[in-house]
């Protein structure tokens, strides 16, 4: 078929158990994840949009975010009204810690693939879409948690890029890219310290090792500024951002 497999998560599946003790960390808080979901636009853009963003995102800075092994290259091309976080490159299974700043909506891969060729024909465009399809049809397994919140169910958060999209679209020679996957677009999250953790695995047969792609990260995020644990254990920014 041509063109560029790429692929984007981390080893080992986040099973619940290995989730639990983030459930306790994070104490007890009030709502669901589902009540933090954004299901229509952002900004103008739809999520398909906004999937085709954090890749142009991923591939475009000086070192790539989703090898980021601690969370030290969290604000690394973030602008606009979505903050974007990374999973990884198959290899390690990171804990991140990140500062972002208050009204930033979050854009979270569960796990995804992409492909992109140097020309498009609308042949082509299908034939990518059906191959970043194969292994998203295929998901054995998908557990995410907010502050110790279970997801209840990853598989209605599938998103598909709005076709084929170029890469950088001020540039008529750039390469073109379709993208499939999991994701979740959250609300922004008020002031004090949050816990995201994501494990996710693909059970497609075969496709050359991708069919069993896993992931696994945990983002400990300070909206607002650094934050201190108070005696009674609630985060409290201590450093606003602007």
């Known amino acids: 078929m041509g063109g560029e497999r790429i692929r984007n998560a981390g080893r080992g599946l986040l099973c619940a158990a290995l989730l639990a003790p983030v459930a306790l960390a994070a104490g007890k808080r009030h709502g669901t994840v589902e009540d933090l979901l954004v299901h229509g636009a952002v900004e103008g853009r739809s999520l398909g949009e906004w999937t085709a963003q954090w890749w142009r995102w991923a591939f475009s800075q000086p070192v790539a975010p989703y090898l980021d092994p601690d969370g030290s290259w969290c604000a690394m091309g973030q602008e606009g009204p979505v903050w974007f976080l990374a999973g990884t490159n198959g290899q390690f299974t990171p804990k991140r810690h990140c500062v972002v700043p208050e009204g930033k909506y979050l854009l979270v891969p569960i796990i995804n693939m992409s492909m992109r060729r140097s020309k498009l024909t609308r042949a082509g465009c299908r034939e990518m879409q059906e191959s970043v399809a194969v292994n998203n049809n295929h998901l054995a397994s998908a557990v995410v948690m907010v502050n110790?919140?279970?997801?209840?169910?990853?598989?209605?958060?599938?998103?598909?890029?709005?076709?084929?999209?170029?890469?950088?679209?001020?540039?008529?020679?750039?390469?073109?890219?379709?993208?499939?996957?999991?994701?979740?677009?959250?609300?922004?999250?008020?002031?004090?310290?949050?816990?995201?953790?994501?494990?996710?695995?693909?059970?497609?047969?075969?496709?050359?090792?991708?069919?069993?792609?896993?992931?696994?990260?945990?983002?400990?995020?300070?909206?607002?500024?650094?934050?201190?644990?108070?005696?009674?254990?609630?985060?409290?920014?201590?450093?606003?951002?602007?």
Request: aromatic share 10%; charged share 20%; net charge negative.
């Open 148 to 242: 110790g919140q279970l997801l209840r169910d990853a598989r209605r958060q599938r998103v598909r890029s709005d076709g084929c999209f170029q890469f950088d679209p001020e540039d008529a020679a750039s390469t073109w890219m379709a993208a499939d996957g999991y994701w979740l677009m959250l609300k922004p999250l008020p002031r004090g310290r949050h816990t995201i953790s994501v494990g996710a695995n693909y059970g497609a047969p075969g496709d050359e090792g991708y069919g069993s792609f896993q992931q696994t990260f945990e983002y400990q995020l300070d909206v607002g500024g650094h934050t201190l644990l108070s005696d009674a254990g609630s985060a409290q920014p201590v450093t606003a951002l602007r």
